[in-house]
Each structure stands twice: as C-alpha cells, then as structure tokens.
C-alpha cells in the first residue's frame, strides 16, 4: 500500500516571501501521479498542482512549483511571493497510474497548515 | 467547478442511531468516493464506486456502508453512530483515473454525542 507523509504540522511565512512544504511518499510502483490540495477555511479542497511521475519536468503553477525526487520519493511544494489568501491547509496526495484496481483513489497526506503574516 | 452538493452540512446525532449523508452530482462523473478527514490523519477513504452499484472498501471502512442506485447520487450510511465517527466527511467524483481531478463537496461535519 502507498503512503503520503507530511512531516510539517503547521509552517508560517511573510507575505512576499517563499516558503516550502514538504511531502514524502512510499510506494513500488514506478508510474503514477502526486498532487497538492489547498483547504482553505471553507473546508473546500482546491487543486493546486500535479505531476506525473513520468515527467522529469517539475510542474509549474504561477507561484506554485514543485521539487519533484523522484529516486528520494519527494515531492515538495515551494509558493513564491506569498499572499494572505494563501493561508490554508495543504495536502500531498499520491494517486496510481490508470487501471486495474485503481480506480483513481487518492492517498492523502496528514495535512500542513500554513499562515502567512502580514 | 464540478457540481456536488452535500447534504446536510452540518449534523449532531447521538451514538447508536443510524445516520445517511447524501452526496448528490451534476457532472456525470463515473467515479465517486467518500472521504473523511480527521486531524493528524488527512483525508482517509471510506468507501468509494466505479458505477452504479459497483462500490468497494476503502481503508476506513468499519462502521460504514454505501449504495449508489444512479449515477448522480452517492450515500453513506453509518448503521449505528459512535462517537469515533465525529468527523468531517467529503465526498468526491472524477470522471476518470489517473490524472483527472477530482472534485470535492463542501464536506459534512457530523458530530456524535
């Protein structure tokens, strides 16, 4: 079974600068997708960011990208020039490739909450 | 954003009674999951479906049952509440695997008393 771990409970940042939040994750299988959720206040989980594990390229998202290890099984979330509306949990979660029992479930991280000071 | 509704938002139950939350969609999606998501814990999945009438056990699954008779709808029953199952509880559609997004409902906070 896979597992998504987020060694970080809480980080804070000031507004304007960067900060990274960090995700390790363990599986055996060589293919497969990690993403990043925000949950804002609202409880409302949003979709910031994916990569495929095939894809050496880290993904980019405006001010979110990512380290993506894949031989570490890494896979870190750097937001630049932090906003106020940036405040959020934030979950790493692994997905497996399309297929057989798949199904497209998502393993989830325990979660980071970030605050950003004025 | 994908259509799904959670009902209700928001629910006190005392334990041993039987509790159904519904998850309602708009978007046709094949795949549908409940989550819940407990501090420290993430989200962890319960129960999710590939069709109609086709669901299976997530990692979470004690205490819980699900059934989906259309491909809109999605509930989850806890036969007899306990208060280990005061959570938050999400639903979830995609319309495939893989790298599709998935799309999340407001969530559900059930309180057991």
């Known amino acids: 079974a896979q597992t998504v771990t987020q060694s970080q409970p809480e980080m804070s940042v000031q507004e304007a600068e960067t900060v990274t939040l960090s995700c390790t994750y363990d599986?055996?299988?060589?293919?497969?997708?990690l993403f990043w959720y925000k949950q804002p206040p609202s409880r409302q989980m949003i979709l910031v960011i994916r990569?495929?594990?095939?894809?050496?390229q880290n993904a980019t998202e405006n001010r979110f990208s990512v380290n993506f290890q894949k031989a570490a099984k890494s896979f870190s979330l750097k937001i630049s020039d932090s906003q106020l509306g940036d405040a959020a949990m934030y979950f790493c979660?692994?997905?497996?490739?399309?297929?057989?029992?798949?199904?497209?479930?998502?393993?989830f991280g325990q979660g980071t909450i970030l605050t950003v000071h004025p | 954003d994908a259509g799904i509704t959670q009902s209700p938002r928001h629910k006190v139950t005392e334990t041993g009674t039987p509790v159904t939350l519904r998850c309602h969609q708009t978007?046709?999606?094949?795949?549908m999951y409940w989550y819940r998501q407990d501090p420290g814990h993430g989200l962890r999945l319960i129960h999710y479906?590939?069709?109609?009438?086709?669901?299976d056990k997530g990692e979470v699954s004690d205490g819980y049952s699900v059934s989906r008779s259309k491909t809109e709808d999605f509930l989850l029953t806890l036969e007899s509440a306990t208060s280990s199952q005061t959570s938050v509880y999400f639903c979830?559609?995609?319309?495939?695997?893989?790298?599709?997004?998935?799309?999340f409902g407001q969530g559900t906070r059930l309180t057991v008393v």
């Open positions: 979830a559609t995609s319309a495939g695997q893989g790298n599709t997004e998935a799309f």
């Open positions: 599986t055996s299988e060589s293919d497969y997708y």
């Open positions: 990569q495929e594990a095939y894809k050496q």
């Open positions: 979660a692994y997905r497996r490739l399309a297929g057989g029992t798949s199904y497209g479930k998502l393993t």
């Open positions: 978007e046709n999606h094949r795949y």
């Open positions: 479906s590939y069709g109609v009438k086709d669901t």
